[in-house]
């Protein structure tokens, strides 16, 4: 039996090692694996991320854009309001002026 044993042990050994090599390979394919999924995760987040970075530049462009609108139309409004008070305050110097002429005739 030891004589058997002892002619075994060298295959036994190179079995060993063969089965330790190849676990070594399953678990560095493994490990590649990982790396590769985590960097395929990380690729999709980034490109998520660049998706949603345009949503909010076409959006803010949006805004910038109705808010130039906005202001055009406040400084419209506010002009014609500004020429509505400048026209009253006019007829009102006349009407004033007229009224003053009229009450100074009528004292003499």
Known sequence: WADLT????PVIDVLYDRIAAKT???N???EDED???ASDRMRSRL???EE???KLLARQAAIREEMAALRREL???EQQIKVANDERA???DVLSKYVALKLRSEEH
């Open 28 to 30: 560095q394919r493994g």
């Open 35 to 37: 790396k590769r999924q």
């Open 6 to 9: 002892a002619d075994f042990a």
């Open 47 to 49: 490109d998520d991320l």
């Open 90 to 92: 006019k007829e009102w």
């Open 24 to 26: 070594a390979q399953r």
């Open 75 to 77: 400084q419209r409004h």
């Open 52 to 54: 949603e970075e345009a």
